[in-house]
């Protein structure tokens, strides 16, 4: 089993920044790929952006491509998603999620974390 928590979401004016992070524990040694997907209200999961284990390989969304920027640092389990320019429609809930055999698909996913609010006020 692997657990993710997310933290660094919350309310920030339009065209600010943050930067969300989602932090593994359990079967880390396990290696997997990190996504973020993110569902605003009335509206399916949709994907974000996606790492593979060894950073090499990145994978980013129509929607926020761009303005997004994917990282982690497995010494510490945790993976990054740096989001700049941010519009009032980036609102919703962000999930990080680990599967071995993923990529931007939310299917493909095994564990996923809670999600953290982002609100973007124009």
């Known amino acids: 089993q692997v657990q993710l928590v997310e933290s660094g979401g919350g309310l920030v004016q339009a065209g600010g920044s943050l930067r969300l992070s989602c932090a593994a524990s359990?079967?880390?040694?396990?290696?997997?790929?990190t996504g973020w997907f993110r569902q605003a209200p009335g509206k399916e999961r949709e994907f974000v952006a996606t790492?593979?284990?060894?950073?090499?390989?990145?994978y980013y969304g129509d929607s926020m491509k761009g303005r997004i920027t994917i990282s982690r640092d497995n010494a510490n389990g945790t993976v990054y998603l740096r989001m700049n320019s941010l519009k009032p429609e980036d609102t919703a809930i962000y999930y990080c999620?680990?599967?071995?055999?993923?990529?931007?698909?939310?299917?493909?996913?095994?564990?996923w974390g809670q999600g953290t609010q982002v609100t973007v006020s124009s």
């Open positions: 999620a680990a599967g071995k055999w993923a990529w931007d698909t939310a299917r493909e996913y095994e564990y």
């Open positions: 359990g079967r880390t040694s396990i290696t997997y790929v």
């Open positions: 790492i593979s284990w060894s950073g090499e390989n990145t």
